[in-house]
């Protein structure tokens, strides 16, 4: 054993580790798929989430709401642009765990480990998500059902069916384009009696 240059085994290790790393981070996956419906914990690129708060104007003591919010970036970015009440849920317990301790010690930030389809939006002033096609269609009717009039949406890549984008952003270049789709919530239709 001791012939082994030291060389292959940091060689092994470091092999090993980025193995192990890969199999907690599918497995993480593998474990919430049936409740995420094929949202992957995959984090927004910090230039689209600099553009999307460039385009919402956020306002002290607002409440924002990230509906899987993976490593809780986009918490911590809305929070460093502007004092707000910045709420995060998330399924996946690694993704979980990384949000927990990247955001220690940030008191405006809150992050659960709870499914936001039993999170009430109603008091919400920004939400924003970046999930999959499957859940759209449900996600639209919740969103429709809860959210105030003026409070906006932010969702990457995917549309809302049903609401009309009052922007539609595409931050990058031309290999990453993917369109950001922002709401603003219109005022309830009254019912005519
Ligand atoms: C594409 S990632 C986005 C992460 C983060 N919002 C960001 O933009 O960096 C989607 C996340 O939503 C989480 N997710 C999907 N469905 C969920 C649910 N019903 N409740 C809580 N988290 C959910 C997934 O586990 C995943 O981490």
Not at 19 to 43: D, E, H, N, Q
Not at 77 to 102: D, I, M, Q, S, T
Not at 151 to 175: W, Y
Request: aromatic share 10%.
């Amino acid at each position: 054993m001791s012939s082994i240059p030291f060389g292959i085994w940091l060689f092994i290790g470091i092999t090993g580790a980025l193995f192990a790393a890969k199999a907690i981070y599918g497995f993480s996956i593998a474990l919430v798929l049936p409740a995420t419906r094929g949202a992957l914990y995959v984090s927004t690129a910090r230039r689209r989430v600099k553009a999307f708060l460039d385009a919402v104007d956020l306002q002290p003591g607002q409440r924002l709401v990230d509906l899987g919010c993976g490593d809780g970036r986009v918490l911590r970015a809305a929070c460093r642009r502007c004092p707000v009440r910045a709420e995060g849920y998330e399924l996946n317990p690694l993704a979980f765990l990384k949000a927990r301790l990247l955001c220690l010690g940030r008191s405006r930030v809150r992050v659960r480990l709870k499914n936001f389809w039993n999170v009430d939006l109603s008091s919400a002033d920004v939400v924003f998500c970046y999930l999959f096609p499957d859940v759209m269609n449900r996600l639209a009717r919740k969103i429709q059902r809860e959210l105030k009039p003026g409070a906006m949406v932010v969702s990457c890549n995917f549309p809302l069916p049903g609401l009309a984008p009052a922007h539609i952003l595409r931050p990058g270049n031309s290999l990453t384009n993917d369109p950001i789709y922002v709401y603003r919530m219109p005022a309830k239709a009254t019912d005519p009696g």
